[in-house]
């Protein structure tokens, strides 16, 4: 009996109103070729019909691992929605649907089940939960309040390092937003899991001296010293502190050390910025010093922005030009 005459006996149960019968037959189908999407589709609906949902379950999963192989995405996504309704709470099944959308291009209908699937794995497959949480934060790179989340969900995992990538990330958009208050929260939390990471410190430090707290401000930045002696970044903000502080001219020889850093590392500007820091303080016989790091200054700009092989050639290469001349000044 070839296939043809199979699926008429199919056809002929299914008007007779026995589904059970036009299963097996369909099932026979299938079995003779099981690359026969629409048959084994037609299979799936019958078992569902009679209640059979173990065994539509396979054959949708059979079907969705075929459309997927093809980069058939959105047959994928019309299957692995009945799977859906058939398993609402099968975290493969939402992780699947999550995957498939995003690939078909249907970023916003991924996002709630990337949403599900982060939920449904962070106790459990952490390493998928990850995976979720990060999509979502590549869907919703502004979410900082889900940055967190992933972050407390990740140390709460004991997974301190990649959970501090977070509270990094958030610490250097608050510090670009002028959030200092937030950041130094952030900061606070994060020392308390690291206590000696330097760029912590510094965060920490620079909210401190945002609102005068030149004490805790010190005590942090004492320690990002000790364990950066050339970091111009910490250099600078102990500078500053002392300069906030009651005794500015304690900043004097901080500042000499900053000129000292800053040119040896090729600093320019941040060298003549110390430099007349300290000559703003009494600090006198600076005028040579200040010419020298000021035309290092103007070469710099001439080499970075003047010469014609520096100059953009197109809009696309403009945007970030200008926005590193803004930023610079």
Request: charged fraction near 35%; aromatic fraction near 6%.
């Amino acid at each position: 009996m070839d296939a043809n005459q199979i699926e008429q006996k199919a056809l002929r149960e299914l008007q007779r109103g026995n589904t059970d019968k036009a299963a097996e037959f369909y099932y026979q189908l299938v079995k003779l070729n099981p690359r026969d999407k629409r048959v084994r589709s037609k299979l799936a609906d019958l078992y569902v019909k009679v209640g059979r949902n173990k065994d539509a379950d396979r054959q949708f999963r059979q079907l969705v691992k075929a459309y997927r192989h093809e980069g058939n995405h959105r047959a994928a996504i019309a299957i692995l929605q009945r799977l859906e309704e058939l398993n609402p709470k099968d975290p493969e099944i939402i992780s699947a649907l999550a995957a498939t959308y995003f690939s078909a291009g249907f970023k916003k209908e991924a996002t709630p089940y990337f949403e599900k699937t982060y939920a449904m794995n962070i106790r459990g497959d952490v390493a998928k939960a990850i995976e979720a949480g990060e999509m979502i934060l590549r869907l919703r790179p502004d979410d900082m309040d889900f940055r967190l989340k992933l972050a407390e969900a990740l140390i709460k995992q004991k997974m301190i390092g990649k959970g501090l990538t977070y509270y990094r990330q958030a610490i250097d958009e608050y510090r670009h937003k002028g959030k200092m208050e937030e950041m130094g929260r952030l900061a606070k939390r994060a020392l308390e899991l690291r206590p000696d990471q330097t760029d912590l410190l510094r965060a920490a430090a620079e909210a401190c001296l945002s609102v005068n707290d030149v004490p805790t401000a010190l005590k942090h930045l004492q320690v990002a010293y000790a364990n950066e002696r050339e970091n111009v970044e910490v250099v600078d903000l102990l500078a500053q502190a002392f300069e906030q502080g009651d005794d500015p001219k304690k900043a004097i020889p901080i500042l000499a050390e900053l000129a000292r850093l800053s040119e040896e590392q090729h600093k320019p500007e941040l060298w003549l910025d110390a430099l007349e820091r300290s000559k703003g303080l009494g600090r006198a016989g600076l005028d040579a010093d200040i010419a020298r790091a000021g035309m290092a200054v103007q070469d710099a700009r001439f080499r970075f922005h003047e010469l014609p092989e520096a100059q953009p050639t197109d809009e696309k290469v403009l945007r970030p030009c200008v926005r590193a001349e803004v930023m610079s000044r």
